[in-house]
DNA sequence: TGCGGCGGCGCC
DNA sequence: AAAGGGCGCCGCCGCA
C-alpha cells in the first residue's frame, strides 16, 4: 500500500536538547498537531487532539502503508510511541516501517535538514521559515511554565505542520529512494541508539563541579595578570591582540605577529591556536624569541582552560535518562555525506580525548574528587576522565576492538593493482608497515616511515607531511620534506597511479553519461537526472556515493587548461546571502580518500549487521557492551566478524584483537 | 537581544 | 602544478 508521509508538532517542558528519547518520554510532552499525506493518492490529514480519536481512514492509512515516512522519523517515532499511543490510543507501529527521508538525504549526499536539503535540491515546496517563530509561540513554555494555547497560532501551526509534510514529500520524491540495504541500515543505526551508553553521572557531576571551578580560577588569573583584557581563556581575538600589545615596541611585536600569521584559503589571518602557542612557547625557552613572563603564563593559562571539559560532562548529565543514565541518539547513519560514515550529535562519542585513564585510575581520582581532595594539573585530569565516564552496567563489561591501520590497508587493496599487493603482504604477514615504508624509501628512520605512511596517501605532499609531523613534535627542512615525498611516491607507485586513475575515471564518467567506468575496484557513473546530474562512486559492495549537481568543466590556469569535475558539497553551510549552494573540486588523492575512508565505513556496516549489543562505534572502532562472564566468548565472536572479510573484499587483510574494559577507554 | 559566522578543538 | 579530508560542538565576535 502506498508510503505515507507525516510530521507532529509538539509542546513540553523538557528541552530539546535534552535529547529526543528524553524529551518524547517526558510527562509534559504533548501533541500540538499531526499533518500526514498519503505519498499515493495525495490525501491530506491534518490532527489536533482536541478532535478526539484519530479518525478511521487515516488509521487505516497509516497502518496499511508500507512505509511511514518522516523528516528525522526517530523524532516522530518516539513521539508516536510514547504520546501517540499511552496517551491518545494510537495504534503500535512495527519498528522497521518506519524511514526517514533525512536519511534519504544523506545518502543522496544532501544536507540532512529539510530546509537546507529543499534549497540544495530547490524543490517547489519549500520549508517554511514561520516554523520557528510558532516553534518559539506555541512549543516552548513560558517563564512560568504554561503553554500559549491561542488558536490562531495554532492553527497556523498546522499549516506549517502540513506545509512540512509537503515539503518533505517533494523531497523524498525528488531524489532516490534509500536502498533495501541502506534502510537496514538506518534501522540497525536506530537499535543502537535506542540502546543507548551508560553514562557514570555521578562521576561526571563531579567532575563538572571541579571543572567549573577551575575554569572561575584560570578566569580570575587571566583577568589580574591582563587587568581585565582578557576574562575567559576563550577570548581569541582579545588574546591576540593583547599578546601583540604586551610584546611592546614594533619590532618585537612584529616578530610576534609573523608568529601569529596564518594563511586560510589563501588569505592572511591572525591566530593563537593550540599549535602556535606551542611553537610560542618553544621559541621563548630556547631564547628565539623574547616574550615577558606575563604573556607566557596567560600562554599557560589559555593552554590549562582550553583542555576543558565543563561542556562534554555537562552534556552528559544533560543527556543521561534520568532512570538508567543511558546516553540514546549519539548516532547518525550516513552522517557524512560525502562517504557515507557514520556521524555523532548530542554527546558527541567520535571525538573525545583518546589519551586517557584507565578504570582503576579513574574510580581512584572519582574517590579523590568525592572526599574533596584537590587534583594535579585539574583540567588535563579531568579531560582524561571523559571516556571512562562511559561506563558498561552493573555486572558487564565493554568489549572493545579496533582494526589495525584500516586506511592503510583499504587503500592499496583498493587499487586492485598488482604493485600494490607488496604492500598487502607486508600487512599479511604481520611486519611492520612503517619499517617497511622506510626500506622501501631508502631511509633508515621507522618514524620517518610512519609519517609518511600517514601523511601522504591521498596526493598530500609537503603540507600534509609538515602537519602530520608536527603532531609528533618532527620539525624538518623543507628541502628533507620535498625529497621524502619524493622518494614515497617512487616507492608507492601504484597509489600516484590510483590518484590519477581516479581523477580520468570522473572525467570519463561525466562525458558518458549512464555507462560505468572502472576505478581501482570501484566504478563512476553519471546519472544525469538526479539532482541537477549526480555522479555516483560504486563501491565494491555496492554503496553508492553521490556528488550532486556535477560538472565538467574545462578551466585555464597559469600552467594551461585542464579539465575537473565540480559538485555541490552538503557540508558547507551556504552564507546566508548565497544564492546558489557552495560547490567543491574534485582531484585524484581526494577521490582515493572518499572511497577508501567509505569503503572502512562498509566494512563497519557489515560488522555491525553481525553484532549483538553494540553500544558504540567509532569509524575504525566497535565497542560491545556484554555480561561479565560471557566476555570472553564475545571478544572472540568480536575478533571473528572484524577479520573475516565480506564476499566483496577479497584479499584484504584485516587484523583487530579486541580487549575487555570496565570502562570506557582508549 | 538574537543570530550567523568563524575560530578553536577533539577524533578517525 | 599542487592539493588532506571527514565530522560536531562550543563560545566569542560582530552585525542587524
Redesign the pocket.
Given at each position: 500500500m502506498p508510503n505515507i508521509i507525516l510530521d507532529f508538532e509538539t509542546r513540553s517542558r523538557m528541552p530539546i536538547a535534552a535529547g529526543a528519547y528524553n524529551y518524547a518520554s517526558d510527562a509534559s510532552t504533548d501533541i500540538l498537531c499531526l499533518g500526514v499525506i498519503c505519498e499515493g493518492t495525495g490525501n491530506e490529514w491534518l490532527w489536533y487532539p482536541s478532535d478526539g480519536p484519530l479518525p478511521y481512514d487515516l488509521t487505516a492509512a497509516i497502518q496499511a502503508a508500507d512505509l511511514i515516512k518522516a523528516h528525522n522519523a526517530t523524532f516522530d517515532k518516539l513521539i508516536w510511541e510514547f504520546v501517540g499511543v499511552d496517551d491518545y490510543a494510537f495504534p503500535e507501529l512495527p519498528a522497521n516501517r518506519w524511514y526517514c527521508t533525512s536519511a534519504q538525504c544523506r545518502v543522496n549526499a544532501l544536507p540532512?535538514s529539510l530546509d537546507n536539503a529543499t534549497r540544495a535540491v530547490g524543490v517547489k515546496m519549500r520549508k517554511d521559515r514561520r516554523g520557528?517563530q510558532l516553534i518559539k509561540l506555541l512549543s516552548i513554555p513560558n517563564d512560568d511554565g504554561t503553554f500559549n494555547t491561542d488558536p490562531s497560532a495554532l492553527k497556523e501551526m498546522g499549516d506549517y505542520c502540513l506545509q512540512d509534510c509537503r515539503a518533505t514529500l517533494d523531497l523524498s520524491q525528488s531524489i532516490r529512494q534509500m536502498t533495501p540495504q541502506e534502510h537496514a541500515d538506518w534501522l540497525l543505526t536506530e537499535d543502537v541508539n535506542e540502546r543507548g551508553a551508560k553514562v557514570d553521572v555521578e562521576l561526571a557531576r563531579l567532575a563538572l563541579d571541579y571543572a567549573e571551578d577551575e575554569k572561575l580560577a584560570i578566569a580570575e588569573a587571566l583577568t589580574e595578570i591582563t587587568g581585565g583584557a582578557i576574562t575567559?581563556h576563550?577570548?581569541?581575538?582579545?588574546a591576540?591582540n593583547w599578546v601583540i600589545e604586551q610584546c611592546g615596541g614594533d619590532d618585537i611585536a612584529a616578530g610576534i605577529v609573523a608568529e601569529l600569521t596564518?594563511f586560510?584559503d589563501g588569505v592572511k589571518?591572525l591566530?593563537?591556536?593550540?599549535?602556535i602557542?606551542s611553537n610560542l612557547l618553544l621559541k621563548a625557552a630556547s631564547g628565539d624569541l623574547t616574550i615577558p613572563d606575563n604573556v607566557l603564563d596567560v600562554i599557560e593559562l589559555i593552554d590549562q582552560g582550553?583542555?576543558s571539559s565543563?561542556?562534554?560532562f555537562?552534556?552528559m548529565v544533560e543527556l543521561a535518562d534520568p532512570d538508567d543514565h543511558r546516553v540514546r541518539g549519539a548516532f547518525?547513519f550516513a552522517?557524512?555525506?560525502?562517504?557515507q560514515?557514520f556521524?555523532?550529535?548530542?554527546l558527541?562519542m567520535?571525538?573525545?580525548?583518546?589519551?586517557c585513564w584507565g578504570a582503576e585510575e579513574a574510580i581512584a581520582i572519582k574517590q579523590d574528587m568525592a572526599e574533596n581532595y584537590e587534583l594535579d594539573n585539574v583540567m588535563n585530569t579531568l579531560?582524561k576522565l571523559l571516556r571512562p565516564t562511559i561506563i558498561p552496567d552493573t555486572g558487564k563489561v565493554f568489549v572493545v576492538g579496533d582494526w589495525s591501520a584500516i586506511e592503510g590497508r583499504v587503500l592499496p587493496w583498493l587499487t586492485n593493482d598488482p604493485d600494490a599487493e607488496v604492500v598487502l603482504d607486508v600487512f599479511r604477514s604481520g611486519e611492520d608497515i612503517y619499517m617497511h615504508t622506510a626500506a622501501a624509501m631508502r631511509i633508515d628512520d621507522r618514524f620517518i616511515g610512519k609519517v609518511a605512511t600517514?601523511?601522504l596517501g591521498?596526493?598530500?605532499?609537503?603540507?600534509?607531511f609538515n602537519?602530520?609531523a608536527k603532531a609528533y613534535g618532527l620539525a624538518l627542512p623543507e628541502a628533507q620534506v620535498i625529497a621524502i615525498?619524493k622518494k614515497w611516491r617512487n616507492a608507492n607507485q601504484w597509489a600516484v597511479n590510483f590518484w590519477r586513475e581516479c581523477?580520468r575515471a570522473v572525467i570519463k564518467a561525466m562525458r558518458k553519461p549512464a555507462t560505468y567506468v572502472p576505478c581501482g575496484r570501484c566504478q563512476f557513473i553519471f546519472i544525469e537526472g538526479l539532482i541537477g546530474g549526480t555522479l555516483i562512486g560504486v563501491l565494491p559492495d555496492g554503496t553508492m556515493l553521490q556528488y550532486p549537481r556535477a560538472k565538467l568543466e574545462y578551466?585555464e590556469?597559469q600552467?594551461g587548461g585542464?579539465h575537473?569535475v565540480s559538485y555541490m558539497?552538503?557540508?558547507l553551510?551556504?552564507?546566508?546571502d548565497a544564492k546558489a549552494w557552495p560547490r567543491?573540486?574534485l582531484?585524484?588523492?581526494?577521490i582515493a580518500?572518499?572511497l577508501t575512508?567509505a569503503v572502512a565505513g562498509c566494512l563497519l556496516r557489515y560488522s555491525l549487521r553481525q553484532l549483538d549489543d553494540v553500544v558504540l562505534h567509532?569509524?575504525?572502532?566497535i565497542v560491545l557492551e556484554v555480561p561479565s562472564d560471557i566476555a570472553d566468548h564475545s571478544m572472540t565472536t568480536l575478533q571473528t566478524v572484524m577479520e573475516t572479510e565480506p564476499d566483496w573484499a577479497e584479499g584484504l587483510p584485516l587484523k583487530a584483537e579486541p580487549v575487555i574494559m570496565e570502562r570506557y577507554g582508549?
Open positions: 540532512s520557528a575567559k576563550t577570548q581569541a581575538v582579545r591576540r596564518v586560510k589571518k591566530s593563537m591556536d593550540k599549535a602557542r582550553s583542555k565543563v561542556s562534554k555537562q552534556r547518525v552522517g557524512a555525506g560525502q562517504t560514515r556521524a555523532s550529535r548530542g558527541q567520535h571525538n573525545m580525548r583518546r589519551d579531560s600517514l601523511a591521498y596526493q598530500g605532499a609537503v603540507g600534509a602537519v602530520m615525498v581523477e578551466v590556469t600552467w585542464k575537473q558539497k552538503a557540508s553551510t551556504p552564507k546566508a567543491a573540486t582531484y585524484g588523492g581526494i580518500e572518499n575512508q567509532v569509524h575504525d572502532e582508549k
